[in-house]
């Protein structure tokens, strides 16, 4: 490494591991070289790596997984409470790639618990299960769960969603169906064992729970839903005004 400022040793060693990162060198998922790797080759102390490291987490470009090693994460995600968008349109916005996988479509007559002050246990119609895990550049950033009517929604094809990417995007051209309002609730827990590997951050991580009620322009209910975003790349961002 080239250092010719005069700035202190563990931020030269900061700014190079950015820069490693900025290149491809070390990806979103990657873990860097361990404390005694990166000793060896910048010829410094373990203080001076772990002063650098911690930098980089303070600025969210690492995260330290417990047993495991210092891990890049991807890009922090932004949305603003301004306008309702996919998340396809969301990951777009921001310069990124959208994926989709592990996907399940299945009939079912229950929804999570959290529902049935909506819509009672009595009262639940055959409905279409559709989970699928969501992706920015190749990184996992949610789990999205949405249930939909079979009178309306009677299946969906696993091929046209991962082609359309956005579940919203076919609902609207496949059955004319236009998500024209959303209402979220939002809480913070911690991750199941189960959410933690599909997420790929440890059990007991924090994580946005969402749960939604989805409605078309006619205030009639179309969608529920569950979401469970890692907290650690997703920031939600609210404008307020009296």
Do not use: C
Request: hydrophobic share 40%; no cysteine.
């Amino acid at each position: 490494m080239h250092v010719a400022d005069k700035s202190p040793l563990y931020h030269k060693i900061y700014v190079d591991l950015k820069r490693r990162m900025e290149f491809g060198e070390f990806k979103p998922g990657d873990y860097i070289p361990t404390e005694k790797q990166l000793q060896d080759y910048y010829s410094v102390s373990r203080t001076t790596v772990r002063t650098a490291v911690a930098a980089l987490e303070d600025d969210g470009l690492v995260a330290v997984q417990r047993g495991k090693g210092v891990q890049v994460v991807p890009k922090t995600l932004r949305q603003r409470w301004t306008r309702l968008s996919s998340f396809t349109d969301l990951v777009l916005a921001q310069g990124l790639t959208p994926g989709i996988r592990d996907i399940e479509i299945v009939a079912t007559r229950s929804v999570p618990s959290p529902f049935d002050e909506v819509i009672p246990p009595e009262d639940q119609e055959d409905l279409l299960r559709v989970r699928r895990v969501r992706t920015a550049d190749e990184s996992v950033v949610s789990i999205h769960e949405s249930y939909f009517p079979r009178s309306r929604v009677p299946r969906i094809d696993e091929i046209e969603l991962v082609k359309a990417q956005s579940l919203y995007k076919l609902l609207q051209n496949r059955f004319n169906i236009v998500v024209n309002a959303v209402e979220d609730e939002l809480t913070a827990r911690k991750a199941t064992s189960s959410e933690a590997k599909i997420l790929g951050i440890p059990s007991g991580d924090p994580v946005l729970h969402v749960n939604r009620l989805g409605y078309e322009a006619d205030s009639n209910l179309i969608e529920l839903a569950t979401i469970v975003i890692r907290s650690d790349i997703y920031r939600y961002i609210a404008r307020l005004e009296r």
